[in-house]
């Protein structure tokens, strides 16, 4: 689709789209947002050509029903945006990190006990075959072990690509998430042999898709966030589960227990976290290394309740952690 810029910064907007795509990156998320800021800059400062303090500190304005990884998520591109400019040698101002607000309470995640875990993924298995939803019963089951055992952002596991996915190598190549950058993650053998049961059904039932969990209903696009979580809470109260203290679990509390669970295991294995850290912290895809630092603190209320247990019983499908990065 062809896109038409009418601000004074298409010429860069087009030009640095275009040198994305010619190294092989997909970009569609970033476009997206360059073609919103595009027409902000055209309705509210006509004229301007390059990016100045104004701009940038109007466009940094957080909306009221504007979550922070929306915002963040909508000022990273044009802070790239204004870097590319000052590389062809226009000067442009760089929006400060300084400017990403503070939540006023951050959220509580839900770490998946053992028993939790055991017997969440019994009902992910026993879901009904569905006539309208052939492979949804199998999709199910796939879909929460990958967010678990790989760390996956929900939306990182829904729009996972046939082609993304390497059986051979065990990893999954996964495209300009969080903070707009590319990243693979490794699967567990078991994780592998899973995945590797599964994907003869999408490619049979869906061949034209290019998810590797398309939806039936919608001819082979890729499941919504609301479907996601729908499943989540269906398999929760197939368990019986119930309520529990604190925050409602959610899908991507399997991201923040898959975290937790690695370090405690090498807490656990006595290993030295200050040198694993880093190489969790990109293999999570974590813009900030505090990010990553955070679940150090969330693994004392654990201690109590994991002592003791033989976390092979749970965690076996959890990948190691890849050291070449």
């Known amino acids: 689709m062809i896109v038409n810029y009418v601000s004074g910064l298409g010429p860069y907007i087009e030009q640095m789209i275009a040198q994305k795509h010619a190294v092989g990156y997909p970009y569609k998320t970033s476009e997206r947002v360059l073609y919103m800021f595009d027409r902000f800059c055209a309705a509210e400062f006509p004229g301007a050509n390059t990016i100045t303090p104004e ?3 109007a466009w940094a304005v957080i909306k ?4 922070t990884n929306s915002f963040l998520n909508r000022l990273a591109p044009v802070r790239e945006l204004a870097r590319y400019m000052i590389h062809t040698g226009t000067e442009a101002y760089i929006i400060p990190g300084e ?3 503070v939540e006023a309470q951050q959220h509580i995640p839900h770490i998946f ?3 939790e875990l055991n017997r969440f993924f019994q009902a992910a298995d026993s879901q009904p075959i569905l006539p309208k939803c052939r492979i949804r019963h199998l999709q199910i089951p796939v879909i929460f072990r990958l967010m678990y055992t790989c760390g996956l952002r929900p939306h990182e596991a829904r729009l996972i690509q046939k082609e993304h996915l390497n059986l051979s ?4 190549f996964i495209p300009e998430s969080k903070g707009h950058k590319d990243r693979i993650v490794a699967m567990s ?6 995945c590797s ?3 003869p059904y999408a490619v049979r039932e869906f061949p034209n898709s290019p998810y590797l969990f398309p939806c039936q209903r919608f001819k082979g696009a890729a499941y919504s966030s609301g479907w996601l979580t729908e499943a989540f809470h269906l398999c929760w109260n197939t368990a019986g589960l119930g309520e529990v203290a604190g925050n409602a679990p959610r899908p991507y509390d399997f991201r923040h227990t898959f975290a937790t669970y690695r370090l405690y295991r090498w807490m656990k294995e006595k290993r030295e976290l200050g040198a694993l850290l880093p190489y969790l912290s990109v293999y999570m895809g974590h813009a900030h290394f505090s990010d990553t630092a955070y679940y150090i603190h969330l693994i004392p209320d654990f201690f109590s309740e994991l002592s003791g247990i033989d976390l092979d019983a749970y965690g076996s499908l959890l990948p190691e952690v890849p050291y070449e990065y």
Request: cysteine-free; overall charge negative.
């Open 55 to 57: 701009i940038g500190n």
């Open 64 to 67: 009221p029903t504007e979550k």
């Open 99 to 101: 400017l990403a607000p």
């Open 113 to 115: 006990s053992p028993e």
């Open 169 to 172: 190598e065990s990893t999954i």
């Open 189 to 194: 053998p078991e994780m592998t042999k899973i």
């Open 197 to 199: 049961k599964y994907y």
